[in-house]
């Protein structure tokens, strides 16, 4: 992809971000994104949802207020009807509402697999963006959702998944970042970002690499959603955790013995995962306790950004 430069052009594709941030005025920038994705879970109506939270992830973790929202829509209407598309787009349209956004507009085509999402615009005042970069040493990492949805989702596929650990997930990748996002602001964060496809690893790498500086895992402290760890042990696995790993494999530093399976778990990409932030240390208690009154039960510090730049993720 061409790298376009313009001096209001705040966030472009020159370094990888959540979305594109472009200044409008003084105080006021556009937030845009687009994301969608074919079903992950048997039901439309949660489908929907996902897909739209998911979509919307990605302003939040840019720091901004979602206002509009367009459905893309990819669906195979003589071959499964319309019933099961307007569950998915009720199930859309009720997650835009609960983010305050509107639903104006979208556009469907035919295609043999259903694949569903959103195109959201926000803003979002040009000196209060989060980034990939700007993290310090000493910040802590904290992250909000538990891990767990691209291994779940995969026994899903295999008709394996245990109805515990499926229903759990089904709640997380239902629940929207825009409480996370408030609790960020309040505690004066600058470096954000959502965990999806490349990982919880494979997203920390991408901010260290943003900030140019190092971070240490304390893997044992990492949510996971309860069954995750023990459906990775019987090798339910997404291929796209070992791509994942295979990419990192420069830049893990193991500080200690690592189990096998746990590192699946850290490297599996996610669905509408939480939100990944550096917080200054003094108020990472506070940021903890704030993400709990919003029901973010998991939320948890994982690490600390340390000084060094040579884009190290330390596993301890
Ligand atoms: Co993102
Ligand atoms: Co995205
Ligand atoms: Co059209």
Sequence with gaps: MPVMKDENLLVGTEFPDDAAV????????????????????????YYGQIAA?????????????????MNIVCFPCRKLGTE?????LKGGARKVIEAGALLVGGHTINDDEPKYGLA????????EIFTKGGAEPGDQLILTKPL????????????????????????????????????????????CTDITGFGLLGHIEEMIRGSGVDAVINVHSVPKVEGTLALAEEGVVPGGAKANRD??????????????????????????????????????PEAIRLLKIKRLAHAAVIGEITPGGKGQLVLK
């Design 22 to 45: 472009y200044r409008l005025n003084e105080n006021l920038a556009l937030i845009q994104t687009v994301d969608f994705f074919p079903p992950v879970v048997d039901d439309p109506y």
């Design 53 to 69: 939270v998911n979509a919307l992830s990605d302003v939040y973790a840019m720091g901004g207020r979602p206002l509009t929202a």
């Design 84 to 88: 099961i598309l307007v569950e998915i």
């Design 120 to 127: 959201v615009t926000g803003v979002v005042s040009p000196d």
């Design 148 to 191: 767990g949805s691209g291994i779940i989702t995969t026994a899903l596929k295999g008709g394996i998944a245990p109805e515990h650990p499926l229903e759990e997930m089904i709640h997380w990748m239902t629940t929207l970042n825009k409480g996370a996002a408030e609790v960020a602001r309040t505690v004066g964060v600058k470096t």
């Design 247 to 284: 990419f990192l494999r420069d830049k893990l530093v193991f500080a200690a013995e690592m189990d096998e399976v746990l590192m699946d778990v850290l490297c599996d990409p996610q669905t509408s995962g939480g939100l990944l932030m550096a917080v200054k240390k003094e108020r990472a």
